[in-house]
């Protein structure tokens, strides 16, 4: 237990106490703003209900946990964040929706907040005032997103398109369980196809992390807003199948039509038909598609 315990990167006392000024004792969510801290009846003590939870995991295996970061900067200030204890809960059974870009956001806001709000009496706020800050926290919350998966979608298509490369570097598709007896010339050209498919696993942090935001998307931009990530997943399954089809038929019989062979090394990127490469033109559609989504969100992001 006690091994276990010191393996959390922990905040400090102070950095704790500071977290919680600099968010006025209230919860950082701005859809919560809890008050945290008031007097206990008796004793002249204090109730204490809000705590400095990490924006990324104390520990390995935890919410948002990213390993780049060192224990110094896993238990920094930077790293904290002033919740309630409901909200703190909230935010770590469900790290998928609760990123680390929108704790940050809720943070900054939680702080901004907080300063104009010093030396000032309590008199509310008016409605306009606060429907407005609303209205601008959801607008970024919003244009954040957006600019993620935009870029996200980018990135996926110079990562398929990398890989449909027929060019084979050392090493590359030899993961491949080798049949008994293959000739050099087949061992080349199966781990080439085979390559293909190791290389999009190879990035498979990326896509399943990708593929997670279509749940926060649909729920922020509408149905509409699947139809990319939908069709980008086709066409990954497409090349895997097709790497599997082309590996699998491949013997001393050639079970496969050379019209058959052709239609899988095009999904591959290793043959192109005349009327271009069909695979490179979807990615593009989808490509257009997704900037008309998501960019004029990005665009509307207001000042803070
Ligand atoms: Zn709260």
Request: with cysteine; proline share 5%.
């Amino acid at each position: 237990m006690r091994i276990i315990e010191k393996m959390r990167d922990e905040f400090s006392s102070p950095i704790k106490q500071q977290v919680a000024a600099r968010a006025g004792h209230r919860c950082s969510n701005p859809a919560c703003r809890a008050q945290t801290a008031g007097p206990q009846i008796v004793d002249n003590g204090t109730i204490n209900v809000g705590v400095a939870a990490h924006i990324s995991a104390a520990a390995a295996g935890g919410p948002r946990y990213d390993p780049t970061l060192s224990p110094e900067q896993r238990s920094d200030i930077s790293n904290a964040i002033w919740l309630c204890q409901n909200c703190a809960k909230l935010v770590d059974n469900d790290p998928q929706y609760y990123t680390i870009e929108v704790l940050r956001l809720w943070k900054s806001l939680a702080e901004a907040v907080a300063r104009t709000e010093v030396g000032k009496t309590l008199a509310p706020r008016p409605i306009e005032v606060r429907e407005k800050e609303g209205e601008r926290y959801a607008l970024t919350r919003r244009a954040e997103l957006a600019e993620r998966v935009l870029a996200n979608f980018h990135e996926a298509r110079d990562i398929i398109m990398a890989a449909r490369s027929p060019h084979l570097f050392t090493g590359e598709g030899e993961t491949r369980p080798k049949a008994a007896g293959e000739s050099q010339g087949r061992t080349r050209r199966l781990n080439g196809y085979y390559a293909v498919a190791e290389r999009l696993a190879k990035r498979q942090d990326f896509f399943s992390k990708f593929a997670a935001q279509r749940y926060p998307v649909v729920a922020i931009f509408g149905s509409e807003s699947a139809k990319g990530f939908d069709e980008l997943f086709r066409i990954m399954n497409e090349i895997n199948i097709a790497v599997r089809l082309l590996v699998e038929m491949d013997g001393p019989f050639d079970y496969l039509p050379s019209s058959e062979r052709q239609n899988l090394e095009a999904k591959i990127g290793w043959w192109t038909a005349l009327d271009g490469d069909a695979i490179s033109i979807r990615l593009d559609q989808i490509i257009g598609n997704v900037e008309k989504v998501f960019r004029p969100a990005i665009q509307a992001t207001p000042l803070l």
